[in-house]
């Protein structure tokens, strides 16, 4: 006969299959980071605004998920935006969260950027940001859903103003693909980034890894216009050992819900 633990189990696994969300385990301390009810604790940094100003609500709270909208806008007119979290994450640790793309976006809307976005990793501070700046130096760990006529792969690397390496080569390429196929948009996923002490990072949509790159470093040749002021600051120091952690408004509506942190030692 099965024991009472194994027949529980089991009973558990039944009830679970297709409805539950993978919980925290015993003794795993996360953080929220976002309450579900306000945007306390995060700051937008919109194109052509500044630090602050939330343009026409684009970020929102509904339903507890935090919503890029753009049912306020004219039209999109590339204004590229982030929504900040308060404080910069360093040191190895765990980001969870889970988002939907929603498919109505604004008519000008670039092909590129239809169910198009991301979270902004190993950040800058956005109070450095110009007003004109379309986006923080940063690592994106990009989302992609299914677009017209594009074949789409999800969970991929984009650098804007940084370098990584991959497979023991220092990798200068803006965007590098995984090999995992976008989803359908409207299904709600969960997306993972891990960092661990020695700057591996790997990405996971639905507990499957999807890409792996390490060293995350800023970009010495400047391909990013704001990446130079920064390498300067810092005295030519180009590792990064953490940033700033933003969601990213690339011109589609998404949806970002249950966000959470887990610091690991």
């Keep these: ?6 027949r529980i189990a089991v009973a558990t696994i039944a009830l679970c299959a297709g409805a539950c969300t993978a919980m925290p385990q015993s003794g795993e301390n996360w953080e929220l980071l ?5 945007l306390d604790g995060w700051t937008p940094k919109i194109r052509g605004f500044p630090l602050g100003e939330n343009y026409r609500d684009t970020f929102r709270v509904r339903d507890g998920a935090i919503v890029v909208s ?3 806008y004219d039209q999109f007119a590339e204004r590229f935006g982030h929504l900040f979290y308060k404080e910069p994450i360093f040191g190895p640790y765990r980001l969870r969260m889970e988002y939907r793309f ?3 976006h ?3 809307t670039p092909a590129w950027a239809i169910a198009n976005s991301g979270v902004m990793i190993f950040g800058e501070d956005p109070k450095g940001m110009a007003v004109g700046d379309s986006f923080p130096v ?3 760990a990009q989302l992609l859903g299914p677009a017209p006529g594009q074949a789409r ?5 984009c650098s804007p103003g940084t370098n990584v390496v991959m497979d023991g080569k220092l990798e200068a390429t803006h965007c590098i693909n995984s090999k995992t196929p976008s989803g359908p948009n409207e299904v709600w996923a969960v997306f993972e980034v891990e960092v661990t002490p020695d700057g591996t990072v790997t990405q996971k949509v639905n507990g499957a890894p999807t890409i792996v790159y390490s060293d995350v470093q800023l970009d010495p040749e400047g ?8 390498v300067a600051a810092v005295g030519g120091k180009l590792k990064l050992e953490g940033g700033t952690i933003s969601l990213q408004s690339e011109g589609n509506p998404i949806e970002f819900r249950k966000i959470e942190l887990l610091r690991l030692k």
């Design 1 to 6: 006969m099965q024991s009472w633990a194994k």
């Design 70 to 72: 753009y049912d306020k």
């Design 138 to 140: 940063s690592v994106e």
């Design 34 to 38: 976002f309450d579900g009810k306000t």
């Design 102 to 104: 929603l498919n109505d």
């Design 223 to 230: 391909r990013m216009a704001n990446s130079k002021p920064l």
């Design 106 to 108: 604004p008519a000008d």
């Design 153 to 157: 792969f999800n969970g991929n690397m």
